[in-house]
C-alpha cells in the first residue's frame, strides 16, 4: 500500500496524548497487504549503542525514516537499522497487489514540535515499492503492553492500512481505527501528501495545554461500524484452474479480461476437433464453469450477467454434433445470452431439429444474437427446417438487424447449402414458405457493383429506414428459370392487420341471434392434430363439468343446436363442450371423447383472451402436442397497453412467482421465481379522442411460456394491458368492451415432421378491431400503410 504510516510513542518521562498510541519502548508488528489478505511484518527494535535508541525509549518507526525529540529540541538523534534478514508472510500472486520494499531508515531533520505533550507521526510518502524485496525482522519489546492498549493498536492500524485516517493539524496523521479491508482492484495509488484535508473526517480536539494532562479525562477514539470484508472473487481462483483442466480446449476458447462498460469478449474455435454429443455436452460444462466464475467475479451472476459475453466467433464446424449436441450449444450460449458475430455449424449431422434449437437461440433475446449463420453440409437439414427458421425469424422484433453503419434494416445472412436444398424443387419450398409466411428473403443481388453482404442489402424494398420484412439473405440459392421471383419486401407490421383468413368469424347456427360470444373455429387440421382459434368468453379450465360424453353420439343437426346454445349462455362454456361435438363423432378422435386427456387440450388461454390453440385429435397426436410444447411453441401475442414506451423495442427479464395462483388467480415478479424471458415490440401508438389517453400496440415473442407472463411483465414495465382487471386499475375504458390480449401466431412440428406455422390477425377478433377503431391513430408503424385501424 503506498498509504503507510507508524504511530509514534513519545520518549520515556512524557505523558502521551489520550487520543495517541502508547507503550514505550515498543516497536510495533506492521501491517501490509498481500494476496492472500494481510500480512504481518515483523520489524526490529532499536538498540541503544552504535547510534540506536537505548532500551525503554520509544521510537517512531517509518518506511523512510525515524526521528525523535522533545520540546526543546534535547533528545538524542536516534536511528535505526534494519537487520540482515527479513521474512514476509504469505505468498504474493502478482507483482501489483504486493507492495514491500527494504528501506534504510535514516533520522529525521525536522525541527522539534512545539508542543512536546503532543507528538504526532509527519506525514510522509513512500516511493513505489519493489515486488520481491523484504522487510526487516527482529523482536519487540514487551514492556508497556496491555492487553487494552495492544487491541487498541491493532484497532488503529487497521484503519490506517485501509485509508480510514484523520490528519491532524499539525500535519501530521491521526489514526482513527476500522477494520482492514483489502483495497479495491487496479486503483491508482496515491501518496499521502497529495489527500485533500476535506476529505478526512471530523478533526480531534485540541491538544490539552501543559500541564493540564492530569485533569484530563482520556477518551475512546470514535468508532465507526465496520465495513463487510470484500470476498475474494471466484475469477482469480477459480478461472485459471478451470481453464487449465482443458489445456486444448483453453487454446481454443479464449477470454478476454473484461472492460468497465463493455461486454466480454470470447472466441470459440472448436472446428475439426472430432466433438460428438458427448464431448459437446462435456465442453459445455466446462464452459458453463468459465462464464459463471467470469459471471461472479464481476458481481453480475444469473440474469444480471445477460449480455456480458460477446463472441467474434464460435465456430463448431467439421464436427460429429447431431441435434442432441447443437441443443446443448445454444443451451449454454442462451443461458448467458452470449451474441456472436458469426455462428459456424457447418459439416456435421444435425437435422431439423438442430435447427429449432439455433432458431430459439437466435430469437431469445430483443437483440441480434449473430449475423452470420453458417449450416451448410448437413445433409439431415430439410426445407422444412429453413420453413421453420424463417418463421421464427419473421415478425421478431429483432430481425431485420438494423445496422447504424448505413441506418438501415439488414437481413440475417445464413448460408445453408445442401443437395437436399437446391433445384427446383427447393426454390418451391421456399416460395411456398415465403407466402404462407408473409415475409420475404433476399437470394443476393447486386446493384451497380455493389453486392449483398452480413452488413448491407442492395434490394430495393430494403434500401429504406423503415422496418420490412425481409428477414434472410439466403447465399448460394438461386431462382431456376422461368419461376416466379420470391414475395417483395414489405412493410413488418401489415401482416397483424391483415385479412383473418380460415380464422374469419363464422355465422351462428340457426334460430340463435347476436350470441355473446363467437364459435371456435378450425384453422389447422390433420390426422392428428387441430389448431383451433379460440374466442373471448370461452373457458379451457381443466376437467370442467355439464360435458355430456352423450353429446358425440347425437345427430349433426343436433350437436349445432348444442353448439348455439353453449354460444348464448351468460356463463364461459368450457371450451372442451365444443371439441366434443365437433370431433367426437369422428370415430379416430379418441383424444374428444377422453376426459382424462382434457378432450385433447394440451395448453389453454385466459377467458377474456383470443388466439390459436394446439390440440390433439388422437391420443398420439396429443401426447405429440405435449413433446411440442416441452421443446417450445412459437407464440406470439398482441397487446393494447397504457402509455407510451420511450423505445421502439425491448426485453423484460424479471423472474416470475408462479406460488400463489392457486389461491389468488395472480402471479407475481419476484427475484426467487422462475425465469422469465418477454420481448416485445411497439407496432402503433394510439391517442383516446375524449381523455386524450395514450395508448401503445405492442407486439410480443414469448420466449418462455409462464403464466400470465406478459401480463405480469407489462404491468412490471408500468404498462398494464388495457382491460385487466387483475393487474391493472380495476378499470375498463368504454371503448374496449374485455382484455386487450390477443395471440397472433402459434408454430410447432406435426407428426410428419412438418413445420406448420398458423396466424391469426387482429381481424380474426371484431371486438378488438373495433376498438381500435375508436382511437386515433399518432405514431409507430400504422401510419406507415400497415392497414391499421384507427381514426
Known amino acids: 500500500s503506498s498509504r503507510q504510516t507508524s504511530p509514534w510513542a513519545p520518549p520515556r518521562g512524557r505523558t502521551p496524548s489520550p487520543r495517541r498510541f502508547r507503550g514505550p519502548a515498543r516497536l510495533f508488528a506492521m501491517l501490509r497487504f498481500g494476496a492472500q489478505g494481510i500480512d504481518r511484518v515483523e520489524v526490529a527494535k532499536p538498540s541503544s549503542g552504535g547510534g540506536a535508541a537505548a532500551p525503554g525509549h520509544g521510537g517512531v518507526l517509518s518506511f523512510r525514516?525515524?526521528?525523535?525529540?522533545?520540546?526543546?529540541?534535547?533528545?538524542?538523534?536516534?536511528?535505526?537499522?534494519?537487520?540482515?534478514?527479513?521474512?514476509?508472510?504469505?505468498?504474493?500472486?502478482?507483482?501489483?497487489?504486493?507492495?514491500?520494499?527494504?528501506?534504510?531508515?535514516?533520522?529525521?531533520?525536522?525541527?522539534?514540535?512545539?508542543?512536546?505533550?503532543?507528538?504526532?507521526?509527519?506525514?510522509?510518502?513512500?516511493?513505489?515499492a519493489k515486488a520481491g524485496a523484504k522487510a526487516p525482522v527482529a523482536a519487540a519489546a514487551e514492556e508497556g503492553e496491555t492487553d487494552e492498549w495492544v487491541q487498541q493498536f491493532e484497532r488503529k492500524w487497521a484503519a490506517a492500512m485501509s485509508g480510514d485516517a484523520v490528519e491532524d493539524a499539525d500535519g501530521g496523521i491521526e489514526v482513527e481505527v476500522e477494520e482492514a479491508r483489502p483495497p479495491p482492484a487496479k486503483k491508482p495509488k496515491q501518496s499521502m501528501p497529495q489527500r485533500s484535508k476535506a476529505a478526512p473526517g471530523p478533526r480531534p480536539a485540541a491538544s490539552p495545554p501543559v500541564g493540564a494532562e492530569a485533569a484530563t479525562v482520556a477518551k475512546a477514539p470514535q468508532k465507526r461500524p465496520a465495513p463487510p470484508l470484500a470476498t475474494p472473487a471466484p475469477a482469480e481462483e477459480a478461472g485459471p484452474s478451470i481453464a487449465e483442466e482443458k489445456p486444448e480446449w483453453a487454446t481454443r476458447c479464449t477470454l478476454d479480461a473484461a472492460r468497465p462498460g463493455q461486454p466480454q469478449r470470447l472466441t470459440i474455435s472448436m472446428a475439426e476437433v472430432g466433438l460428438g454429443d458427448a464431448?459437446?455436452?462435456?465442453?459445455?460444462?466446462?464452459?458453463?464453469?468459465?462464464?459463471?466464475?467470469?459471471?461472479?467475479?464481476?458481481?453480475?451472476?444469473?440474469?444480471?450477467?445477460?449480455?456480458?459475453?460477446?463472441?467474434?466467433?464460435?465456430?463448431?464446424?467439421?464436427?460429429?454434433?447431431?441435434?442432441?449436441?447443437?441443443?446443448?450449444?445454444?443451451?449454454?450460449l442462451e443461458k448467458y445470452t452470449v451474441r456472436c458475430e458469426v455462428l459456424r455449424v457447418t459439416g456435421n449431422s444435425m437435422g431439423n431439429e438442430g435447427v429449432r434449437s439455433i432458431a430459439k437461440y437466435l430469437t431469445c433475446s430483443g437483440r441480434p444474437m449473430t449475423t452470420e449463420l453458417h449450416l451448410s453440409r448437413n445433409g439431415r437439414v430439410t426445407?422444412?427446417?429453413?420453413?421453420?427458421?424463417?418463421?421464427?425469424?419473421?415478425?421478431?422484433?429483432?430481425?431485420?438487424?438494423?445496422?447504424?453503419?448505413?441506418?438501415?434494416?439488414?437481413p440475417l445472412w445464413i448460408r445453408a447449402e445442401s443437395q437436399k436444398l437446391k433445384g427446383e424443387a427447393g426454390y418451391q419450398a421456399l416460395q411456398e414458405a415465403c407466402s404462407s409466411l408473409s415475409c420475404s428473403v433476399c437470394l443476393g443481388e447486386n446493384s451497380g457493383g455493389i453486392k449483398c453482404g452480413p452488413r448491407q442489402c442492395v434490394n430495393v424494398g430494403c434500401c429504406d429506414e423503415l422496418k420490412h420484412n425481409c428477414v434472410?439473405?439466403?447465399?448460394?440459392?438461386?431462382?431456376?428459370?422461368?419461376?416466379?421471383?420470391?414475395?417483395?419486401?414489405?412493410?413488418?407490421?401489415?401482416?397483424?392487420?391483415?385479412?383473418?383468413?380460415?380464422?374469419?368469424?363464422?355465422?351462428?347456427?340457426?334460430?340463435?341471434?347476436?350470441?355473446?360470444?363467437?364459435?371456435?373455429?378450425?384453422?389447422?387440421?390433420?390426422?392428428?392434430?387441430?389448431?383451433?382459434?379460440?374466442?373471448?368468453?370461452?373457458?379451457?379450465?381443466?376437467?370442467?363439468?355439464?360435458?355430456?360424453?352423450?353429446?358425440?353420439r347425437m345427430k349433426p343437426l343436433v350437436r349445432r343446436r348444442q353448439v348455439g346454445e353453449l354460444m348464448s349462455q351468460t356463463a364461459a362454456p368450457p371450451l372442451q363442450a365444443w371439441l366434443l361435438l365437433h370431433f367426437?363423432?369422428?370415430?379416430?378422435?379418441?383424444?374428444?371423447?377422453?376426459?382424462?386427456?382434457?378432450?385433447?387440450?394440451?395448453?389453454?388461454?385466459?377467458?377474456?383472451?383470443?388466439?390459436?390453440?394446439?390440440?390433439?385429435?388422437?391420443?398420439?397426436?396429443?401426447?405429440?402436442?405435449?413433446?411440442?410444447?416441452?421443446?417450445?411453441?412459437?407464440?406470439?401475442?398482441?397487446?393494447?397497453?397504457?402509455?407510451?414506451?420511450?423505445?421502439?423495442?425491448?426485453?423484460?427479464?424479471?423472474?416470475?412467482?408462479?406460488?400463489?395462483?392457486?389461491?389468488?388467480?395472480?402471479v407475481r415478479v419476484d427475484p426467487a421465481?422462475?425465469?422469465?424471458?418477454?420481448?416485445?415490440?411497439?407496432?402503433?401508438?394510439?391517442?383516446?379522442?375524449?381523455?386524450?389517453?395514450?395508448?401503445?400496440?405492442?407486439?410480443?415473442?414469448?420466449?418462455?411460456?409462464?403464466?400470465?407472463?406478459?401480463?405480469?411483465?407489462?404491468?412490471?414495465?408500468?404498462?398494464?394491458?388495457?382491460?385487466?382487471?387483475?393487474?391493472?386499475?380495476?378499470?375498463?375504458?368504454?371503448?374496449?368492451?374485455?382484455?386487450?390480449?390477443?395471440?397472433?401466431?402459434?408454430?410447432?412440428?406435426?407428426?410428419?415432421?412438418?413445420?406448420?406455422?398458423?396466424?391469426?390477425?387482429?381481424?380474426?377478433?371484431p371486438d378488438l378491431w373495433g376498438a381500435l377503431a375508436r382511437l386515433r391513430k399518432v405514431g409507430g408503424m400504422a401510419m406507415m400503410g400497415c392497414g391499421a385501424p384507427g381514426l
Open 279 to 332: 464431448g459437446m455436452a462435456e465442453w459445455c460444462a466446462w464452459m458453463d464453469r468459465r462464464l459463471a466464475a467470469e459471471a461472479g467475479a464481476s458481481g453480475r451472476a444469473g440474469a444480471a450477467s445477460r449480455g456480458r459475453f460477446r463472441a467474434s466467433s464460435v465456430d463448431f464446424s467439421e464436427n460429429k454434433l447431431t441435434a442432441a449436441g447443437v441443443k446443448s450449444l445454444c443451451a449454454l
Open 65 to 128: 525514516s525515524l526521528a525523535g525529540g522533545s520540546a526543546a529540541g534535547a533528545q538524542p538523534e536516534r536511528s535505526l537499522q534494519p537487520t540482515p534478514k527479513a521474512f514476509v508472510t504469505g505468498k504474493a500472486k502478482s507483482a501489483g497487489m504486493v507492495a514491500a520494499k527494504e528501506e534504510l531508515l535514516a533520522p529525521d531533520t525536522r525541527a522539534p514540535k512545539p508542543s512536546p505533550k503532543r507528538l504526532v507521526a509527519p506525514a510522509v510518502s513512500s516511493p513505489p
Open 383 to 410: 426445407s422444412e427446417g429453413i420453413k421453420w427458421l424463417l418463421g421464427c425469424l419473421a415478425m421478431h422484433p429483432a430481425y431485420p438487424i438494423w445496422s447504424s453503419d448505413t441506418d438501415r434494416y439488414v
Open 584 to 666: 367426437g363423432a369422428d370415430p379416430n378422435c379418441d383424444a374428444s371423447r377422453d376426459q382424462a386427456s382434457d378432450r385433447g387440450i394440451a395448453h389453454r388461454l385466459d377467458v377474456d383472451a383470443s388466439g390459436p390453440l394446439l390440440v390433439g385429435k388422437t391420443l398420439r397426436g396429443f401426447e405429440h402436442a405435449r413433446k411440442q410444447i416441452a421443446a417450445g411453441l412459437l407464440k406470439d401475442y398482441l397487446a393494447l397497453v397504457h402509455g407510451s414506451f420511450s423505445q421502439d423495442r425491448g426485453e423484460c427479464c424479471a423472474p416470475i412467482d408462479t406460488s400463489p395462483y392457486a389461491e389468488t388467480k395472480r
Open 673 to 765: 421465481g422462475q425465469p422469465a424471458t418477454t420481448v416485445w415490440e411497439a407496432i402503433a401508438e394510439y391517442e383516446s379522442p375524449d381523455r386524450k389517453s395514450r395508448y401503445t400496440l405492442v407486439q410480443c415473442r414469448m420466449v418462455t411460456l409462464r403464466t400470465h407472463q406478459l401480463r405480469a411483465h407489462m404491468q412490471h414495465l408500468g404498462h398494464p394491458l388495457v382491460g385487466d382487471r387483475l393487474y391493472g386499475d380495476d378499470e375498463v375504458p368504454d371503448f374496449c368492451p374485455r382484455l386487450f390480449l390477443h395471440k397472433y401466431r402459434i408454430g410447432f412440428f406435426n407428426l410428419q415432421g412438418q413445420a406448420v406455422l398458423e396466424s391469426c390477425s387482429l381481424q380474426a377478433s
Open 472 to 552: 434472410a439473405h439466403l447465399c448460394s440459392w438461386e431462382a431456376p428459370d422461368g419461376a416466379l421471383p420470391l414475395p417483395a419486401p414489405s412493410a413488418h407490421a401489415r401482416p397483424i392487420f391483415a385479412p383473418p383468413g380460415r380464422a374469419a368469424p363464422r355465422a351462428p347456427p340457426s334460430g340463435v341471434e347476436a350470441p355473446p360470444r363467437d364459435e371456435p373455429r378450425i384453422v389447422y387440421e390433420d390426422d392428428d392434430l387441430a389448431v383451433l382459434f379460440k374466442p373471448a368468453g370461452w373457458s379451457c379450465m381443466p376437467q370442467p363439468q355439464g360435458v355430456n360424453p352423450l353429446w358425440a
